[in-house]
């Protein structure tokens, strides 16, 4: 039998040069063009010829030394090198658990039985039975964090009253760069390579403290149904991976893209990369393992803030007032107003203004010299309390992120600007606007990357590039007694401006900063500061810079949304006028796919009026 | 089971900078935290910033030898102010994951939750209370229980 291992490279040939003996191993002539074996190594066709190179960066994860670029060799030295003798944890199949199930299954290999200790113990230790896809949501205020966050949760099995899903572990992929690095390096080198990227095994309990408790982020945990063999396959992967380097990059090789990858050797066939194009937003990934039908079941688990802002909406008025005084620290803990409540609401109370003092603490840095003996007097008080059970969870949200509309919008739109009529097309690959079909996103959030506005005149059949929109994000949060965020919008890009006799193309930079409050269900009203810059050599000195401010109210519902409001702009530094606009935003949307839009501004610049009416719809894909 | 889940938090702890678990003055609850800076980028690109947030401190006094009261004092290390939220409460996720930690069998849960929640000013006397003290402080109170002593012997 050694003999015959030793001898296997030779049989292979020769069953690829005879093949009618039949009891030789399989064809392997083309095995390396597998779909399996290619996820195995994580090779992609080259973008010009028509060879393969594949996504690891590290010597480490080849066996051949043409790895790197040559399936065939990486599997004949694959082949070679987990039919040599020995064992231990240098021995190639130890280091390559899920390559060697995967050829013993194809060739039906007899290979003998090995140790592996290294591997063997840390299989054990992750003792997985199911994974669970957890995703980490876009949070209020925040919509740079739309995008989300994916990793995997490795679930032990769930037959005994040890079973604890905070102890479970996690595998998760990210950048892994240097403490010191500016935000701007970082963001370079992740957009242009330079990073590592390494897999990471965590406990849940820490994930939840990152996301949940101090970025604020609810999690959605999407129970793979995966079986028992495709989860060993996975974590047998996730052993040849784990210390090995994947350059990383934001927009498609990211966190989001190597779990994709696993999931794909898990259950071949399944081919979620497929789904890749130019980039891997980890909501849109959750929507494409929804779609292949391996999602069983789905958990959601409110963050710290949604929590604590649901309990004290619970409250009663004049409770949350209680709960505002004692928080600010007008009311003692174990004053009269306290221990006078019924032993019910005064848990609720307790509760809710802890839950409230550990997020301000954490959100807003309350100092500990403060927080920490009023956290201290709150908890002592609670724990006089016997059997009242802890705050209600707030209820999981109708509609899940990966539920909302697609995040890719093209309009199609005719209109009227001074009366001259135009058509104009809209693409927008990403992500949500305000007036979008607000299920599955956060009210009030905006986010817009690469969004080209084209305009053809119908007069003289003029086309014209309206604006290129590099980056836009807005943020409007209401405020109330116990939340003060800021609402803020920033955005880049070109734009047709006026110049007083003609609409040319600048570069622009606009931000703002200010304040929403709550009218009732679903409506807010704004009040922004903002500030505008304009680069141009049409403009009368180069640039010109405007100081302005933005009011307006804005509903959102599942049927429409609507903004409306004025602004006003001062130019200070070449045209020296005020362009002041009142303007109407409408969307009536058709389910999730489609939105019919109308908009009406009426502008004051230059001493002279001018109106724009623009109409049409909104497809997402 | 109990020595493979052990060994599961001590392995998610390893990275961590922590020399013997059950042995130390550990965190102090309601330690401030880093905050959620704006982290714009980061928060787009999902980065990983080196974790600031998860420091901790070691020391020398009354190590426990019991493993499975290791593994409760490296969770009580890196969640004490969920811990003594939960504890507070006499219910929650974060005190079931100690009585997991301890073993505690599913007819003595009861008994466990009623006496840390009857405790609390016990285990966490002040708010400079440290993870190591409150710790020692569940020991201690465990010790004398009739019912859970088995879970802490040595």
Redesign the interface.
């Known amino acids: 039998m050694g003999n015959m291992l030793r001898i296997g490279p030779v049989l292979i040939w020769l069953a690829v040069s005879l093949p009618t003996q039949a009891d030789t191993p399989a064809d392997t002539s083309e095995l390396h063009l597998d779909p399996a074996w290619l996820t195995l190594i994580h090779y992609q066709p080259d973008t010009f010829g028509d060879g393969y190179t594949s996504q690891a960066d590290d010597p480490a994860f080849f066996l051949s030394e043409d790895g790197k670029h040559s399936p065939k060799s990486e599997l004949q030295a694959t082949l070679e090198a987990i039919q040599k003798p020995g064992e231990g944890d240098d021995h190639a199949r130890c280091q390559f658990p899920a390559r060697t199930t995967w050829l013993q299954q194809e060739l039906n290999l007899a290979l003998p039985e090995i140790s592996c200790p290294g591997y063997q113990e840390w299989s054990?230790?992750?003792?997985t039975e199911t994974v669970t896809l957890v995703f980490a949501a876009s949070y209020l205020n925040?919509p740079?964090?739309?995008?989300g966050?994916t990793f995997l949760r490795l679930d032990p099995p769930q037959d005994?009253?040890?079973?604890?899903l905070?102890?479970a572990?996690t595998i998760s992929y990210?950048?892994?760069?240097?403490?010191h690095d500016s935000?701007l390096l970082?963001?370079y080198k992740?957009i242009f390579g330079g990073?590592p990227g390494i897999t990471t095994?965590?406990?849940y309990?820490?994930k939840i403290?990152?996301y949940s408790?101090?970025?604020?982020r609810d999690l959605w945990e999407y129970k793979l149904n995966l079986t028992q063999d495709e989860v060993d396959l996975m974590i047998a992967h996730a052993w040849e991976i784990r210390d090995r380097n994947f350059d990383?990059y934001?927009f498609d090789e990211?966190?989001a893209y190597r779990l994709l990858a696993l999931i794909d050797i898990a259950r071949p066939g399944t081919d979620l990369l497929g789904e890749v194009s130019t980039h891997a937003i980890?909501s849109d990934t959750v929507r494409w393992v929804v779609d292949k039908d391996l999602v069983s079941d789905v958990y959601y688990r409110p963050s710290a803030a949604t929590s604590v802002a649901y309990s004290l909406s619970t409250l009663p008025d004049d409770h949350q007032t209680l709960a505002a005084a004692i928080a600010t620290g007008y009311v003692d803990a174990d004053s009269n107003e306290v221990s006078s409540l019924p032993a019910e609401q005064r848990?609720h109370v307790l509760?809710a203004t802890?839950?409230y003092v550990?997020y301000k603490?954490?959100?807003?840095?309350w100092?500990?010299e403060i927080?920490?003996?009023l956290?201290?007097d709150?908890?002592?008080e609670?724990?006089q309390i016997?059997?009242?059970?802890?705050p209600e969870e707030p209820p999981e949200p109708v509609v899940r992120d990966d539920e909302g509309h697609d995040t890719f919008r093209m309009s199609l739109g005719a209109g009227q600007l001074e009366h001259r009529e135009f058509t104009q097309l809209t693409l927008r690959p990403a992500y949500h606007d305000i007036l979008d079909p607000p299920a599955g996103y956060r009210t009030g959030a905006q986010l817009q990357f690469l969004r080209l506005d084209a305009r053809l005149y119908t007069d003289n059949n003029e086309l014209q590039l309206e604006q290129l929109t590099g980056v836009e994000i807005r943020s409007l949060s209401p405020r109330n007694a116990f939340f003060s965020p800021l609402s803020w919008q920033v955005g880049f890009g070109g734009r047709r401006t006026d110049t007083g006799n003609d609409r040319v193309l600048t570069p622009y930079l606009e931000g703002g900063a200010g304040g929403s409050w709550s009218l009732g269900h679903q409506t807010q009203a704004f009040a922004i500061a903002t500030a505008d810059l304009e680069i141009d050599d049409d403009l009368r000195r180069g640039y010109d810079a405007a100081p302005g401010a933005d009011i307006g109210l804005l509903h959102q519902n599942n049927q429409f949304s609507l903004l409306a409001g004025a602004k006003t702009k001062a130019w200070i530094v070449s045209s020296q006028h005020r362009q002041d606009q009142l303007y109407a935003k409408a969307n009536w949307h058709i389910g999730r796919e489609f939105s019919l839009f109308a908009e009406f501004t009426r502008e004051d610049h230059y001493d002279r009026y001018q109106s724009l009416w623009h109409a049409g719809i909104h497809a997402y894909f | 089971m109990k020595k493979l889940i052990a060994g599961a938090i001590l392995l998610g702890a390893s990275s961590m900078a922590f020399a013997q678990p059950g042995c130390g003055v550990g965190a102090m609850i309601w330690k401030g935290q880093s905050g959620i800076a704006p982290h714009v980028l980061a928060a787009t690109t999902n980065g990983t910033f080196g974790n600031q947030t998860f420091g901790m401190t070691t020391g020398t006094l009354g190590c426990q030898t019991n493993q499975s009261v290791q593994s409760m004092a490296m969770y009580m290390d890196s969640n004490i102010d969920k811990v003594a939220r939960d504890m507070s409460r006499g219910s929650g996720e974060n005190l079931d994951t100690l009585a997991v930690l301890l073993g505690v069998d599913e007819a003595d849960r009861d008994t466990f939750r009623k006496v840390l929640q009857d405790n609390f000013a016990t285990i966490f006397p002040s708010s400079d209370t440290t993870s190591g003290e409150a710790v020692d402080a569940i020991v201690a109170l465990l010790e004398k229980n009739e019912s859970l002593s088995k879970y802490v012997a040595a």
């Open positions: 054990e230790t992750l003792n925040s740079s964090s739309m995008f966050h005994d009253e040890e079973t604890n905070l102890l572990n990210a950048a892994d760069a240097a403490a935000e970082f963001a992740g990073y095994v965590q406990p309990y820490e403290r990152l408790d101090i970025e604020h990383y934001f990211n966190c980890p848990a509760d802890y839950d550990r603490s954490e959100a807003d840095g100092p500990r927080a920490a003996p956290s201290h709150l908890l002592r609670r724990s016997n059997d009242v059970a802890p």
